[in-house]
């Protein structure tokens, strides 16, 4: 259980701090991965999906933490949610062709790494 919980409350800042990095500068963050925000438009948009779905995340984790069968479900989203952004990720690396894609590989590797832990912890939790 205590495994779970650090694994979640991690999750949580990272979703947290990433969450309100796109928010409050949206065209830094969108460069990282070589993406131009065009409008104002296209940074709304920016800071919505990917500022507002990471904090709405978070919020749900941290809310998860204080009870045990949202503690399952937060590491059953986590995994299902990571394991679509690999797989998706891995699909637009192979029809796009990612040898150049450095940003692609470590987030990448983050989302692996992010489903092999919540699995981990999900599967040590007790049984109801």
Not at 9 to 14: F, K, N, Y
Not at 59 to 87: H, K, P, Q
Request: positive net charge.
């Amino acid at each position: 259980m205590l495994f779970a919980r650090v694994i979640l409350l991690i999750q949580l800042l990272a979703l947290a701090g990433l969450g309100l990095a796109y928010f409050i500068n949206p065209h830094e963050m969108a460069n990282l991965s070589g993406m131009l925000l065009m409008s104002p438009a296209a940074a709304t948009d920016m800071r919505a999906f990917y500022g507002g779905l990471q904090i709405g995340l978070a919020a749900f984790i941290g809310l998860s933490l204080s009870r045990l069968d949202l503690t399952r479900a937060a590491l059953t989203l986590l995994v299902l949610l990571y394991s679509s952004l690999a797989l998706a990720r891995i699909g637009g690396l192979w029809l796009d062709g990612g040898a150049q894609q450095t940003f692609n590989f470590y987030a990448l590797l983050l989302e692996v790494v992010s489903v092999g832990l919540c699995f981990w912890a999900l599967r040590g939790l007790p049984r109801q």
